[in-house]
């Protein structure tokens, strides 16, 4: 089959169907982190590991790391806390600083660092979690995640795996929160890690209907191409 029948087919699906796994993103940790607690319905702090019990960071007029803002447990320290760059990315130290995630780092006390989301409204929703290693000599960060249901470990950052997704469905009311948990499980020095959280909605079934509808009739007309070549042939 040739390469434009294929390219036409998967156009054709997504015209006729839309593209349901791209729910409406509701809240973005990213793109909503001003420097100050609550930003876009998030949290940031650091408590007993699994506990889920938060000390939430001060806002810190001054980062540590020039041309960023963040959340640190305290002034003068770059660490622990939470950092979003608006410089183009460059090195601290052994650091790559992001511009398109936040720069997070627990500290050595094994405390948990946590990112908290808050819902204010009933509904299905998509949890979405991005961590990736920012350092260039990394040792390990445990990532987890929390819920009403306690701690569950997603799994650890490291030289050898350097990133991990997690996506979970919340069916949540109003006061309901989701954390995600990040643990030093190495040296302490070496371990910054890159940080995306997202919340969207759950896709209505009626869309995935329509997706499956529409990849049923492209390939039917697939058939009939392949069917009129062979008459040609």
């Not at 002034?75 to 460059?90: E, L, R």
Request: glycine share 14%; proline share 6%; hydrophobic share 40%.
């Amino acid at each position: 089959m040739k390469l434009s029948v294929i390219r036409s087919a998967v156009i054709g699906a997504v015209l006729l169907a839309g593209s349901p796994a791209s729910a409406a993103v509701i809240a973005d940790a990213f793109t909503s982190f001003n420097g100050t607690q609550g930003g876009g319905g998030f949290l940031y702090g650091q408590g007993p590991a699994g506990s889920g019990q938060v000390g939430l960071f001060g806002s810190t007029p001054n980062c540590f790391i020039a041309g960023s803002i963040c959340l640190q447990a305290a002034p003068n320290f770059d660490v622990p806390g939470v950092t979003k760059s608006f410089v183009p990315s460059f090195q601290y130290g052994t650091v790559n600083v992001p511009t398109d995630r936040l720069l997070l780092h627990p500290d050595a006390s094994g405390q948990d660092l946590y990112a908290v989301y808050g819902f204010q409204r009933t509904g299905s929703f998509l949890v979405r979690g991005r961590f990736n290693v920012q350092d260039t000599s990394p040792t390990g960060v445990a990532v987890g995640f929390f819920s009403d249901r306690g701690p569950e470990a997603i799994g650890v950052i490291d030289a050898a795996s350097p990133s991990l997704t997690f996506t979970r469905r919340i069916d949540a009311t109003p006061g309901t929160t989701v954390a995600f948990t990040f643990n030093n499980a190495g040296n302490y020095f070496n371990d910054s890690t890159g940080f995306n959280f997202t919340i969207s909605d759950v896709p209505e079934p009626a869309s995935w209907a329509m997706m499956i509808g529409g990849f049923g009739a492209v390939g039917g007309s697939l058939r009939r191409r392949r069917g009129a070549a062979a008459a040609i042939a």
